[in-house]
């Protein structure tokens, strides 16, 4: 991976809050939504969201702006049989730059040339035939023997995945299964709460690797499902109930669905339809409120009797609703 700092486009200073920020507006831009068929938009948004997730891990960034470890996490080589890395050729052991110490780079072409006359075996390994640089540009490790490096460890492919969560399942929390292009299923855990558009990283479970290196992982962005009763404000949910003619007239108890089970509303007579009765915590993650607008329902096919009373009120006592 690059710079993380680099990728998001701010300074190694940065705030979490400005990391974050950063990260939103390249996400919103990348998103797979916006861009299906762009594959460059999409390795972009995997990018961004890799930087992300290894900035906003204190430990990792720590680490990272002290030089310990570079930007795939990886530890950087910081020394070798007690010589400093730093120093320059030709020095006693341990000594600085400045004061003749070994380079690290120097350390390895000494150990990796055979020890000053020691036989290599093809492919220049001291210890014989099958150690040294293999095909398709491996490289020898002496400190293991086989082959790694840029082509050995190659890690596979990640994959993005589009999952529409019902609000149901969002807000109770909890696991939800997940099937990856490979045909295997899995279980997910959903943040609580959960924001649209946010993303959970499955670590191994994207393309498997060209070589011996490690898998991608997952990208797992959520969004909310179209809900059949439901219409999601932020937090906040909203419903549409109806209720009869005489209900609004004479008032009524009703019963509302909430994402928690259904519950009764006490209506008033007479009450203002224009304006939504508010169920105060129950709409999302017990953080939003339930707004609950009435719509009157006729009777189907129409009735002689309301419409006989409706002439007389319309005669007799009409009222205005309108300006």
């Known amino acids: 991976?690059?710079?993380?700092?680099?990728?998001?486009?701010?300074?190694?200073?940065?705030?979490?809050?400005?990391?974050?920020?950063?990260?939103?507006?390249?996400?919103?831009?990348?998103?797979?939504?916006?861009?299906?068929?762009?594959?460059?938009?999409?390795?972009?948004?995997?990018?961004?969201?890799?930087?992300?997730?290894?900035l906003s891990d204190k430990t990792k960034r720590g680490q990272f702006?002290?030089?310990?470890?570079?930007?795939?996490?990886?530890?950087?080589?910081?020394?070798?049989?007690?010589f400093d890395p730093s120093g320059a050729r030709g020095g006693r052991p341990g000594a600085g730059a400045g004061a003749g110490g070994f380079n690290a780079e120097d350390i390895?072409?000494?150990?990796?040339?055979?020890?000053?006359?020691?036989?290599?075996?093809?492919?220049?390994?001291p210890f014989g035939a099958g150690a040294g640089p293999g095909a398709g540009g491996a490289n020898w490790d002496p400190f293991t023997g086989g082959a790694t490096g840029a082509a050995g460890s190659a890690k596979g492919d990640d994959?993005?995945?589009?999952?529409?969560?019902?609000?149901?399942?969002?807000?109770?929390?909890?696991?939800?299964?997940?099937?990856?292009?490979?045909?295997?299923?899995?279980?997910?855990?959903?943040?609580?709460?959960?924001?649209?558009?946010?993303?959970?990283?499955?670590?191994?479970?994207?393309?498997?690797?060209?070589?011996?290196?490690?898998?991608?992982?997952?990208?797992?962005?959520?969004?909310?499902?179209?809900?059949?009763?439901?219409?999601?404000?932020?937090?906040?949910?909203?419903?549409?109930?109806?209720?009869?003619?005489?209900?609004?007239?004479?008032?009524a108890k009703v019963r509302v669905p909430t994402l928690d089970g259904a519950v009764e509303l006490n209506l008033p007579p007479g009450p203002d339809t224009s304006k939504a009765m508010r169920l105060k915590g129950k709409g999302l993650f017990g953080k939003g409120d339930l707004y609950v607008n009435l719509r009157i329902v006729l009777p189907k096919g129409g009735d002689p009797d309301l419409e006989s009373l409706m002439r007389f009120w319309k005669d007799q006592k009409p009222y205005k609703v309108r300006d």
Request: hydrophobic share 30%; proline share 8%.
């Open 1 to 54: 991976m690059r710079d993380p700092y680099t990728v998001l486009g701010v300074p190694k200073s940065a705030s979490e809050k400005e990391i974050k920020s950063a990260y939103r507006k390249l996400a919103k831009t990348f998103h797979p939504d916006q861009n299906p068929d762009d594959k460059t938009a999409h390795e972009k948004f995997a990018e961004a969201t890799a930087a992300y997730d290894f």
């Open 65 to 82: 702006d002290r030089g310990e470890i570079d930007a795939d996490g990886n530890p950087k080589f910081s020394g070798f049989g007690g």
């Open 108 to 125: 390895l072409k000494e150990f990796m040339s055979g020890f000053g006359g020691t036989r290599r075996g093809p492919g220049g390994s």
């Open 159 to 251: 994959v993005v995945i589009n999952l529409a969560v019902s609000l149901e399942d969002a807000h109770k929390g909890g696991s939800v299964p997940v099937t990856l292009p490979s045909g295997k299923t899995v279980s997910v855990k959903l943040p609580s709460p959960l924001e649209e558009g946010q993303q959970v990283r499955l670590r191994g479970q994207g393309r498997p690797s060209p070589l011996t290196g490690q898998p991608g992982d997952a990208l797992v962005t959520v969004k909310f499902a179209k809900h059949k009763h439901f219409r999601k404000d932020g937090h906040d949910l909203r419903v549409d109930v109806p209720i009869a003619l005489y209900e609004a007239v004479l008032g």
